[in-house]
């Protein structure tokens, strides 16, 4: 994709090159070393995948995937796209953002009982009783999520490619029947994906290995088990910062590929911080370091049970 169109109605960047050239990104777009890359950049110091074009509430942001993000000489996990704004890419290419179009509008979802609801992440839906919690749950009857104003929907009992739907149309969840609806870009600084939303009371992280309990103050909070009970039991016992590739290589002994290492280790982490999200605990409780290591992040309050 070239500069942007004038009457571009999709949250979109125009980005200044090194070369001196324009190119427009949308929201998913990818910016890194890999061939398949949105914005394919071929130098040492870049990362395969190592930017995320991203939608966050009511601004676009550049999220840091496998590489680093600089402003003004600082690190930073994600940056507020600004026109002016220059952002570095590892240790020397810089980008400068040019343009910024934000739509005026993002597709949701209402139905009885449930209020209009922005897309704006991978959601989960159940029909049986009617419910829609952020995040990617794998017990779900649907998931549901955005693209260039549409509905993307999978239903769990089927395979195959996502149904899609546009504004006024309707989706059939067993007797369960929500529309898609237009809500003003505004409506997403109140979805609740972002960690804001979370409880911020003080944690007890009670690890079994197969099973971490989570309290919050008083009150259970959530029960992981499987895949990412084990990364979070593997990181704890670690007992500081550690590289990803330590605590994957303690989940996934018979993986021996990094590549393969790798998908499993960003798969996990998905489905681990989908789960903290939909019980409304700080999804930052396994977390990356400036220096690139994982850790069991603990607040001042925050207690670790280990009962392995």
């Not at 550049?62 to 796209?81: D, W």
Request: charged share 20%; aromatic share 4%.
């Amino acid at each position: 994709m070239g500069a942007m169109e004038a009457d571009t109605n999709q949250a979109a960047v125009e980005l200044l090159l090194p070369d001196g050239s324009l190119r427009a990104l949308t929201v998913g777009a990818i910016i890194g070393r890999m061939p398949t890359a949105d914005l394919h950049l071929d130098e040492p110091h870049i990362s395969e995948a190592h930017a995320l074009v991203s939608l966050r509430g009511t601004e676009l942001k550049l999220l840091a995937l496998r590489g680093r993000l600089g402003v003004l000489g600082r690190p930073c996990p994600e940056v507020a796209l600004k026109v002016g704004l220059r952002v570095l890419l590892g240790s020397r290419t810089a980008l400068e953002v040019t343009r910024v179009v934000l739509p005026s509008s993002v597709p949701g979802l209402s139905g009885p009982g449930l209020p209009a609801t922005p897309l704006q992440s991978v959601m989960s839906l159940w029909g049986s009783p009617l419910r829609l919690a952020p995040g990617f749950d794998p017990d779900a009857e649907a998931w549901v999520w955005a693209r260039d104003g549409k509905i993307f929907w999978r239903s769990a009992e089927r395979e195959g490619p996502p149904s899609v739907l546009g504004v006024g149309e309707v989706l059939r969840l067993g007797m369960a029947a929500l529309e898609v609806v237009a809500l003003p870009l505004e409506a997403l600084a109140s979805t609740p994906t972002e960690s804001s939303a979370t409880s911020s009371s003080a944690l007890v992280v009670a690890i079994h290995y197969d099973t971490v309990h989570i309290l919050v103050g008083d009150h259970l909070a959530c029960v992981l088990d499987g895949i990412p009970a084990r990364m979070t039991s593997e990181a704890a016992l670690m007992g500081g910062p550690v590289s990803w590739r330590v605590v994957a290589s303690e989940v996934w002994r018979d993986v021996q590929d990094d590549a393969m290492l790798r998908e499993r280790w960003d798969s996990g982490l998905s489905r681990l911080r989908a789960r903290l999200r939909q019980a409304r605990v700080r999804t930052d409780l396994l977390r990356a370091t400036r220096g690139g290591l994982v850790e069991l992040f603990l607040l001042p309050g925050d207690r670790l049970d280990d009962q392995t």
